[in-house]
């Protein structure tokens, strides 16, 4: 079917989301739908790839450790499973989501792209969507570079998210970002720091120690390595001469 009439046939479907973060989901007018463990991985990779994929591609990433007629054996097999609700649409030799399928992850890189925007005020739900994992558990060649992505985009733009909420005077979402980013990635000194700087704010001397001390602590235990004088100097007037 020619992409035009395939556009104009999907007015009417009903809503469906697919869920990236925090594990793979699909829902149809909020009601989740199962999905067979193959159909869920060419969902998802048409999710991330957002262009039209073609049916070579697809089956050669999907099915990398078979035979190339196995392989488009098995996405045929797929596309048959995933014909309802219809979620995946075909044109000539590609494969794409259905126009107006919403994916969770497509929002997110907008609040990453959107936490260091100045001209636009930090959403109060970024957070929570940009502490979750990309399809956590899943370990597959053509998904790993876009997880790896998203870790580094989402530690980021949680420090930028801290830093606006600081300044904005929103302490509480200030420290709920820096604690998200600690959480994401327990070994990353500046949002450590940026804690630590929220506590000597908020009037938390003791609490600023505990925090310095416990990334300390876990920086010698698992690299061997001292935190950097950045953050040290935050701490040093209140450890005296230790």
Not at 135 to 151: A, N, V
Not at 196 to 223: D, F, I, K, M
Request: aromatic residues 6%; charged residues 25%.
């Amino acid at each position: 079917m020619p992409a035009e009439r395939v556009f104009a046939a999907m007015n009417d479907r009903p809503r469906t989301t697919v869920h990236l973060l925090d594990g793979f989901g699909l829902d149809c007018d909020q009601a989740r739908v199962h999905v067979v463990p193959s159909a869920r991985k060419l969902v998802a990779l048409l999710a991330l790839r957002e262009a039209p994929v073609t049916r070579s591609v697809a089956a050669a990433l999907l099915w990398r450790e078979t035979t190339a007629r196995r392989a488009a054996a098995c996405l045929r097999s797929t596309l048959w499973r995933l014909s309802e609700p219809g979620v995946v649409s075909t044109a000539d030799d590609t494969l794409f989501l259905r126009p107006g399928v919403e994916v969770d992850f497509h929002r997110a890189r907008r609040l990453v792209d959107a936490a260091t925007s100045a001209d636009r005020a930090p959403e109060p739900e970024a957070v929570a969507l940009l502490r979750t994992d990309l399809l956590p558990g899943w370990d597959y060649p053509w998904l790993h570079e876009e997880q790896d992505w998203w870790r580094e985009a989402r530690l980021r733009a949680l420090e930028a998210l801290s830093a606006r909420f600081r300044s904005s005077g929103d302490r509480l979402r200030a420290h709920q970002a820096a604690l998200a980013a600690v959480q994401t990635d327990p070994l990353r000194e500046s949002a450590h720091r940026t804690l630590v700087e929220l506590h000597l704010a908020e009037g938390n001397p003791a609490q600023a120690v505990r925090q310095y001390t416990a990334y300390r602590l876990r920086l010698r235990s698992e690299l061997g390595l001292e935190p950097s004088p950045e953050i040290h100097r935050l701490v040093r007037p209140l450890l005296g001469g230790r």
